[in-house]
């Protein structure tokens, strides 16, 4: 089972930051927290990865809270080619991926 | 730099036989991990390999097998098809077993057995 909880759907408005979130309450100490986006038809996409500090990269920000029980994806400005299922995982370096249902963000024109 | 390549893209086979599916990993990747897609689902995990040896499995009967070659390419090979065998089948490629970065996808291979 999925060890995150992530809203099942969300809009955001283009040229805007959207912010996804995920609630990971029972992380144990050494869990990463991993992004992937799957848009339709395609395979899932890694976006970002962190284990306690907030980490950046090209595509978005990861903000890990300080006890580590919730995170945010921030897409800064967000496209309509960011419209796509976002997932978020936990896992330790030699586990397996393992997928929720995760949150569908439709961007709006 | 090729990223993870999967064939066929389509594939329609008859309840009761055998699909082979076939992955190439990205570029300097040398495990290889699958996963079975329904349609409206996250992908389910169902097997990895690494130094040509399955190391980890999900909860999958045994007519999944899998093989991974000396190249690191790797095959999935389902038998006696059921009709709840249709998905979406994805390959993921990473450097090193336990690597803590993130995996590379296929576009993947959608199996419909008719």
């Known amino acids: 089972d999925a060890k995150t909880t992530q809203p099942p759907s969300m809009d955001c408005a283009e040229g805007r930051a959207a912010n996804l979130p995920c609630n990971h309450s029972?992380?144990?100490?050494?869990?990463?927290v991993y992004w992937y986006r799957q848009i339709h038809s395609q395979g899932p996409q890694y976006i970002i990865h962190?284990?306690?500090n907030n980490e950046t990269n090209e595509m978005a920000s990861l903000i890990i809270t300080e006890d580590r029980k919730s995170s945010t994806l921030i897409l800064p400005h967000a496209t309509l080619r960011d419209t796509a299922v976002y997932y978020c995982?936990?896992?330790?370096?030699?586990?397996?991926?393992?997928f929720g249902t995760g949150t569908r963000l439709t961007i709006i024109p | 730099d090729a990223g993870v390549t999967q064939s066929p893209t389509h594939l329609i086979k008859t309840r009761g036989q055998q699909v082979t599916l076939r992955c190439s990993p990205k570029?300097?990747?040398?495990?290889v991990s699958w996963y079975q897609q329904a349609l409206g689902q996250g992908p389910q995990f169902i097997f990895q390999?690494?130094?040509?040896?399955?190391?980890q499995r999900g909860n999958f009967p045994d007519r999944f097998s899998g093989h991974q070659f000396p190249n690191y390419s790797s095959e999935l090979n389902v038998n006696a098809l059921l009709l709840g065998d249709s998905a979406l089948y994805l390959c993921?490629?990473?450097?090193?077993?336990?690597?803590?970065?993130?995996?590379?996808f296929g576009s993947g291979t959608r199996l419909t057995v008719v």
């Open positions: 995982i936990v896992r330790v370096a030699n586990e397996k991926l393992t």
């Open positions: 029972t992380i144990s100490g050494n869990e990463y």
């Open positions: 993921a490629s990473i450097y090193g077993a336990e690597n803590n970065y993130g995996y590379t």
């Open positions: 390999y690494y130094e040509e040896e399955e190391r």
């Open positions: 962190g284990l306690k």
């Open positions: 570029s300097g990747h040398d495990t």
